[in-house]
């Protein structure tokens, strides 16, 4: 009986990390073939193929890398050392980083090239919002968990507050992927409201993306799922708690 | 030293719930003006001011209220009876659900006046489906802790579930808020790209929006401001569990 559950535990976690894959995999391709198949494709010149890059982009990095960062690296990999993990998810995030950046990039140039305003649509104030936080978040996790720049104390104290930002920062990709996904149809698509089947394909993308959201936040907010604190971590009391379990890991 | 720790926490938790109100009632306020000075204010006719009730009522009833409940009920009153606080808690929660009823109806009303077609939006589809789970999350809680038709380990069992699902109602009543504002912008605002001002208070409101679901999710999930649980509730283990804090409070 005693090991019944945990093994159950572990076989819905499974589901769980699987279901997340899908939805995160399934999101990135509806991305690519809406703008492949609807919008013309890509390319690099400024004209409308370049804004595609932009939409991909963000749902590759900001989104998908973003949340994989936190499931992959800090609930798959049970038996690699904490340094390993610290590592890869510091990497897996700066890959997310840098695609963001190259999806900001990309839409920037393009409304340069056809003078378009910046910055005055609440998905703009949102996702510029979503950015920069979370280049902050990721210079200042570099430098308290990687480099050891930070006190034991000052660690501690920031980790919740790293934890917090984290998920936040993931359900504020998912909601200016979701206000950028409206902005795109109500600007290019005048069948919109006769449910379309680019539309249709839209909302579903929405929708996926809300359901990655949630199985994530699920994964990383329960308890049953963390990776085991080695007795270090454990002295140190710096690691994750959560917000869906009753009973304590430490408590005997 | 012993008393200073936990009354530094009930300050900054005063100030967090403060801030919290703050930011939930000038959001309310602010749609009410954006509705009322800048789109002709309030009817219930079928026109254009039938529609600008839907916002009024979202922001008041499935934002505001729901947030309200989560954090004033069971963050602020610890003197109360578990029992008087969980009425509480429905209560408000049902007050919430009649407001965005009543929010759905104008518009779906405004809509078969106006001959617009329903639910073929982002918009649409992540406010239905927040509705409705609300609704359902409400029928359950009020059947699983309200009336003892579930067993204590069902309650248990359901108790996490309820909380995760809670809050994820609230981000998504944000989120749907967010979707709402730019489709109400793109399609009525054409000197939106100008940074009119009803656009930049449309965006304000937007990111305040954005700050109320971040605070109260905060104070939700901080352990340190959890209501003291009774013996019986310790014994049975269904109380509030979070992400924010590095000790556990049943621990030594």
Redesign the interface.
């Known amino acids: 009986m005693e090991e019944s559950a945990p093994r159950r535990g572990r076989v819905t976690f499974g589901w769980l990390v699987g279901l997340s894959q899908v939805l995160g995999l399934v999101s990135v391709v509806l991305t690519g073939v809406w703008m492949g198949q609807y919008r013309g494709g890509f390319a690099w010149d400024g004209s409308a193929q370049q804004f595609n890059v932009h939409p991909l982009c963000m749902v590759l990095g900001l989104v998908f890398l973003q949340g994989d960062a936190a499931i992959v690296v800090y609930r798959v990999f049970h038996n690699e050392s904490k340094r390993t993990i610290k590592m890869l998810h510091g990497f897996i995030h700066m890959l997310a980083l840098v695609i963001s950046i190259l999806g900001f990039v990309a839409v920037f140039n393009y409304h340069k090239v056809a003078k378009?305003?910046d910055m005055?649509?609440?998905?703009s104030?949102?996702g510029m919002?979503t950015l920069v936080m979370f280049f902050l978040q990721w210079v200042i996790g570099l430098l308290f968990f990687l480099f050891p720049l930070a006190s034991p104390w000052l660690r501690?104290w920031y980790?919740?507050?790293h934890?917090?930002c984290g998920?936040?920062l993931l359900?504020?990709a998912?909601?200016s992927s979701?206000?950028g996904?409206?902005?795109k149809?109500?600007?290019s698509l005048p069948t919109?409201?006769?449910?379309h089947p680019e539309?249709v394909l839209?909302?579903v993308l929405?929708?996926l993306l809300?359901c990655f959201g949630?199985v994530v936040?699920?994964v990383v907010?329960k308890?049953e799922y963390r990776r085991p604190p080695s007795p270090e971590e454990e002295s140190l009391?710096?690691?994750?708690?959560?917000?869906?379990?009753?009973?304590?890991?430490?408590?005997p």
Chains 1, 2 share one sequence.
Not at 192 to 195: E, G, R
Not at 237 to 251: I, M, N, R
């Open positions: 378009i305003p005055y649509s609440l998905h104030w949102v919002a501690a980790l919740p507050i934890v917090f998920l936040g359900v504020m998912v909601g979701l206000l996904i409206t902005e149809l109500l600007f919109y409201a006769q449910f539309g839209a909302n929405g929708l809300v949630g936040s699920y907010t308890e009391s710096v690691y994750f708690k959560t917000l869906s379990e009753g009973q304590c890991p430490s408590s």
